[in-house]
């Protein structure tokens, strides 16, 4: 059953049953107000007896008979008897006991009693009379009630038939409605295919669970997406970049072994397999390192972390390791009296890693010179400029130095895997910063943006 209907359903059953509850309680407390009313009717019925036969000692009895046929309602089914001491019947020419003188005697000693037998309601009083103590017993059958009540069982079977199927279609309604955004969010799920993984499922204003199903099934559908890019990333990478060493390898090997040679010309041979060798290996690590940065940005951890105490451990690491040849410096400019503004919430690991990649690239593509790194702060931005002295970036190459595995330059020595600015622009992408350049002969100035 689907939660729509199951949702109408509860709600109809929970319905029906408080309005049951109520029809029963208006029934039955309808009946006892009926009964109750017609005991105090019998009761007054018993004193005006009491009055005629007792009190009018001038009136014949015709007379009393006759006041009493035109003037008192006759109830249905009614008896009524007066009772001396001895417990018999007077004045009321019907001389049949119909009551026993137990219950008689009962109500001489209550004074006043009303009871029930069967569908007959009777009302018993003492009456205590300058002609003696007597007796008064009224008795009717409330015909009249129970036909109202009948009437009143009908009405209340159909009125609860109308009612419950109004309440099932209602809550039908409303559970369609307000379930219309579970039916949308099902339809922009069957649209997901592996094909089309950046498709997201609508969300709306509303702070409703249906709403916090939908966001927290986008955030899976962006780590299954960065999962499946990571995949073909790596597969396509690695396809593409392993085919040429592995192919000139291959090249090498036969090409020496096609004739015998001599010592000097295998040992060229095999230098030039051990540099093929080498440049396999610096893709396969290139790649390692890709795969890992795109796992890492899959699963991100961020923290909270200053930026200038991360460029002065950058430039401790980089003068260590240039010896004193080449040196990292670091300048501040309008740096805040508060040391929340020099913050960021990042992974700073990741950071590290694409600044890292930058000053690296400024100290190769200078010939191993002096780099300037610049923090800067304003109301509006934390800029971080990293200066070298190098040639600069060729005009053609500017549009493409930020692709995987592509390096500009064609000198040897100088050519890398083409890595570093990719990586590094990726990593200041997801930090929602901006990595841009400007070079020229000069030298060439990375600025990173947050």
Known sequence: MKIKDRLALYFTLISTATLLGVLFSVYFIFIKFLENDFYDRLN???????????EADEISSDSLRKVRSEYLETLNGEVVRIYDKQNKPRFITDNQQFWPSEMIDQVRKSKKTRFKEGVRQTVGIFYKDNQGDFVILASAIDQSSYSRIGKLKAIMIVTFIIITLGLLLCSRWIAKRILKPLDIFIADVKKIKSNNLDFRVQENNNKDEINLLAQNFNQLMDHLEQAFILQKTFVANASHELRTPITSLLMEAEIALSQPRDTEEYQKALRSVIEDADKMNATINSLMSLAQADLELGNLQTEAFRVDDLLWNLQAHWNKKNNGKAQLHIEMQNLPTESERLKLVFNQSLLEIALNNIIANAFKFSNQQDVICTLTVTEQQL??????????????????IYEPFYTSSKDAALKGNGMGLYMANKIITLAKGELSFVSGSEGTTFLVSF
């Open 44 to 54: 007054d019925r018993a004193f005006i007896i009491a009055k005629l036969y007792l």
């Open 383 to 400: 800029n971080i400029a990293i200066q070298d002295k190098g040639a600069g970036i060729a005009a053609a190459d500017q549009s493409r």
